[in-house]
């Protein structure tokens, strides 16, 4: 669910997004901010190794990454699709 989620935000969110300046280097730091968190958020049950701990943990954060996630693949399937553009030769 994560890794869709990351694919359609990246195919539907990025398109809209500035790509350079100052606010694109936020917006960049922003994804960066983000997919650290939520890899770390994700590692926890690797280290705790056990679901019973795991569970406490991602309690007392209300499982709130997991509600972005979801939240994150709905937004994005409201979001239509911006198409590429074309790239017009001129002779």
């Not at 935000?9 to 983000?34: D, N, R, T, W």
Request: with cysteine; proline share 4%; glycine share 8%.
């Amino acid at each position: 669910m994560i890794t869709t989620a990351a694919r359609e935000g990246k195919k539907k969110i990025s398109p809209y997004m500035p790509q350079e300046g100052a606010a694109g280097m936020a917006y960049h730091g922003l994804c960066v901010f983000l997919v650290t968190l939520t890899v770390n958020y994700l590692v926890i049950p690797f280290q705790l190794l056990g679901l019973t701990e795991s569970l406490d943990v991602w309690g007392t954060f209300s499982f709130g990454i997991h509600a972005l996630v979801v939240g994150l693949y709905l937004v994005c399937q409201m979001i239509p699709t911006k198409k590429a553009q074309s790239k017009s030769k001129t002779a």
